[in-house]
């Protein structure tokens, strides 16, 4: 039998908590053996969604947590005074060992200095990067870093081009992952202060497989695997990447229904296109997981459904069978002794 992934999932965080939050959680309890819930919250809201559904009750706790971080809240003050809060609950139940993992659709700026302070960094982890993985034309890419680190220096996106290699490889299963980082062009001599200090090493890194600059545009057709680049750039191309698809996906579903002829046509070929939207479905992939602590943090969307949450729970579990984390710091320190020889 398969190792059990213990989940810690924040069921008051995000807009449609708990009742979706809970959802997901029966769902994923329900698709795999593998997985064991605590659900941290307000233990009667909890409970009054769960009996909405069957479910196996050995996979699926409660913690009780009376308080909840708000949107508008200060990350920093409210990690540190809202020690009741399901999210802040949630981030220590990881850290006393009593979960794998911590999933949760609240205030990303708490769950960045939470993951941080409480959980920890992997020694050696400069600053831990946030990497969902995006739909493009070839399958998927991660991008690295999309909302951890506003301001960066070269030697994080040295070590986030390393993490995001690992991830891909042992998670997704690509060999040799294509790393690329962000640019106004292809050219080595392009780009900006941090773009120009951030190229030769990564040229110079003999643990991945840098291919050079990639321009936004490039990114959906999936020449790359690992997208390297500040939080900055990555928070714009992710909001962008997921604007555009949406539009997109209203576009083509107002034009099948514009008349009788087109409605046909919508009929079909329904089966396919549907099968094709559902791969530039960002949900479809899990959340984004804050790479480099010492146990798994993930942010979903803030308005994340049911189907968002389960796989981001079942994303859970397939992290742990790979062992990244022990893959990252054994990563760091063989990273250190090159520094301490050199």
């Known amino acids: 039998m398969a190792q059990l992934c213990r989940v810690a999932l924040d069921a008051m965080g995000g807009d449609n908590a708990p009742c979706e939050i809970v959802k997901g959680a029966v769902n994923a309890v329900n698709a795999t053996n593998n997985i064991e819930v605590n659900l941290v919250g307000k233990q009667e ?68 200095v939470g993951g941080q302070t409480i959980v920890g960094k992997i ?18 890419s991660i991008l690295i870093d999309s909302g951890g680190n506003v301001d960066a220096r070269p030697n994080f996106l040295i070590q986030w081009a390393k993490m995001g290699s690992l991830y891909m490889e042992h998670i997704i299963g690509i060999k040799k992952p294509r790393v690329a980082i962000v640019n106004v062009g292809v050219e080595e001599e392009k780009g900006n202060a941090l773009v120009k200090a951030a190229y030769p090493l ?42 555009t698809a949406s539009t997109l996906i209203k576009t083509i579903k107002g034009c099948m229904m514009k008349n009788v002829k087109t409605k046909i046509g919508a009929l079909l070929i329904k089966k396919a296109l549907k099968q094709e939207l559902k791969k530039m479905d960002a949900t479809e992939y899990g959340g984004a997981p804050l790479i480099g602590l010492n146990g798994l943090v993930v942010k979903v969307h803030g308005n994340a459904k049911s189907k968002e949450i389960k796989n981001a729970l079942l994303q859970c579990v397939k992290f742990k069978q790979q062992n990244i984390n022990q893959l990252i710091a054994k990563s760091m320190k063989k990273e250190e002794k090159e520094e301490i020889e050199n």
Do not use: H, W
Not at 57 to 82: F, H, L, Q
Not at 203 to 209: A, P, T
Not at 219 to 237: K, R, S, Y
């Open 45 to 112: 809201l909890i409970k009054e969604q769960l009996k909405k559904y069957k479910y196996n009750k050995d996979r699926i706790k409660i913690t009780d947590a009376r308080d909840v971080i708000e949107t508008g809240d200060s990350p920093v003050m409210a990690v540190r005074r809202k020690k009741e809060s399901s999210l802040v609950k949630a981030l220590y139940i990881v850290k006393n060992d009593e979960a794998d993992a911590f999933v949760s659709a609240g205030s990303s700026g708490a769950i960045i």
């Open 123 to 140: 020694k050696g982890v400069e600053r831990p990067p946030m990497a969902p993985l995006i739909p493009t034309a070839k399958g998927v």
């Open 202 to 243: 990564l040229k110079e890194c003999k643990d991945i497989n840098f291919i050079g600059s990639i321009e936004a545009r490039e990114i959906p057709n999936g020449e790359a695997d690992v997208i390297v680049c500040d939080a900055f750039v990555g928070n714009v191309i992710l909001k962008l990447y997921e604007g």
